[in-house]
């Protein structure tokens, strides 16, 4: 089973440069969530989608953008990369908003922007 | 809005030894509770969850977690850690009014002598 799957695993930007980390999803789940962890902050959330078609935007939503076009994608691009979005970035997805169940991680993506 | 605070950043504990990672949050009603583990360089597992019931609840490897509403506290145990337990634990609150968006603590990171 793949779960969740994010690339690349490992990015080094410019400032200025753009890009997309992108997270696919092969268990039909209709939420699906974008966050980074920075040390000692945890994960904060970025991005979020219900089902196709919807997004919405978390704590922390500056710099970055989403869209959810089938169930299974839900990319997060970087237009213009900061040094202040050096970070580790997690794609989880669940069943459904409303669903109590656990999220599923993707195993990271680390960006670097010098 | 929901808030987690882990006050712990760092604990060290000897193999064999039990272990009690702290949890407290702030909202407004009962609010979901989740325990997640994360690996080196691995994306986050669920240990346990709360959602009603039982205020004691059980998870993978050996954890529990205890919910106390008077002190608004879901605390992370084990009653003998194992070299394997070595990780960073986040706790984690879903609040039911807002489609369960999950905040996260800062995290607990755990190093285990020998």
């Known amino acids: 089973n793949a779960g969740v799957t994010q690339t690349p695993k490992f990015q080094v930007l410019k400032t200025g440069q753009s890009m997309t980390l992108q997270c696919a999803q092969d268990?039909?789940?209709?939420?699906m969530s974008w966050y980074r962890q920075d040390p000692g902050m945890g994960l904060r959330l970025i991005h979020y989608?219900?089902?196709?078609?919807?997004?919405d935007q978390g704590e922390v939503p500056n710099g970055y953008n989403v869209s959810r076009s089938t169930t299974e994608d839900f990319p997060l691009r970087l237009l213009s990369a900061a040094p202040s979005q050096t970070s580790v970035y997690f794609c989880?997805?669940?069943?459904?908003?409303?669903?109590?169940?656990?999220?599923?991680f993707g195993e990271g993506s680390r960006l670097t922007v010098l | 809005a929901q808030s987690v605070t882990q006050p712990d950043i760092h604990i060290t504990v000897s193999e064999g030894a039990s272990l009690e990672l702290r949890c407290n949050y702030s909202?407004?009603?009962?609010?979901?509770l989740f325990w997640y583990v994360q690996s080196p360089g691995q994306g986050l597992q669920l240990l346990l969850k709360?959602?009603?019931?039982?205020?004691l609840v059980q998870g993978i490897k050996g954890f529990e977690a205890e919910f106390k509403r008077s002190q608004s506290s879901f605390n992370l145990r084990k009653p003998s850690v194992h070299w394997s337990d070595a990780a960073e634990y986040f706790c984690?609150?879903?609040?039911?009014?807002?489609?369960?968006?999950?905040?996260f603590g800062g995290g607990t990171r755990v190093l285990v002598k020998p």
């Open positions: 989880a997805s669940k069943p459904g908003q409303l669903n109590t169940g656990e999220l599923f």
């Open positions: 268990m039909n789940h209709e939420y």
């Open positions: 989608s219900v089902g196709a078609g919807i997004t």
């Open positions: 909202y407004g009603a009962t609010p979901y």
């Open positions: 709360y959602f009603s019931g039982d205020t």
């Open positions: 984690a609150v879903g609040a039911p009014a807002a489609g369960n968006k999950l905040t």
